[in-house]
């Protein structure tokens, strides 16, 4: 079984920076893509950004892409997740996901328990 393990999550205020970073463990792991997501309350979930494992292809919601860098290191089966010039619409939960490979989406996939990033105006 894999598990997903975020941290770096807190309080910050508008304009500030934080870094999540979530690893993944387990007896074997495959990696196709790791991909983050947040939920904010009363809100559903939505995609924030991605990485492909081996080809290191990303992604991002259109509304990060600019203030937000998803990275990776394979060596620690690690993503991370910088977050600058954050805004108080920011404040979520953000989860960190894995897709094992091609045919399984990120929904089938698994994930972490969720680190909550909150931004004061």
């Known amino acids: 079984q894999v598990q997903l393990v975020e941290s770096g999550g807190g309080l910050v205020q508008a304009g500030g920076s934080l870094r999540l970073s979530c690893a993944a463990s387990?007896?074997?792991?495959?990696?196709?893509?790791m991909g983050w997501f947040r939920q904010a309350p009363g809100k559903e979930r939505e995609f924030v950004a991605a990485i492909g494992w081996n080809v290191g292809n990303i992604r991002y919601a259109d509304i990060v892409k600019d203030r937000f860098t998803i990275s990776r290191d394979n060596a620690k089966n690690t993503v991370y997740l910088q977050m600058n010039s954050l805004k108080p619409e920011d404040t979520a939960v953000y989860y960190c996901?894995?897709?094992?490979?091609?045919?399984?989406?990120?929904?089938?996939?698994?994930w972490g328990q969720g680190t909550q990033v909150t931004v004061s105006s």
């Open positions: 387990g007896r074997t792991i495959s990696i196709y893509e």
């Open positions: 996901a894995l897709r094992a490979n091609i045919w399984n989406s990120f929904e089938n996939g698994y």
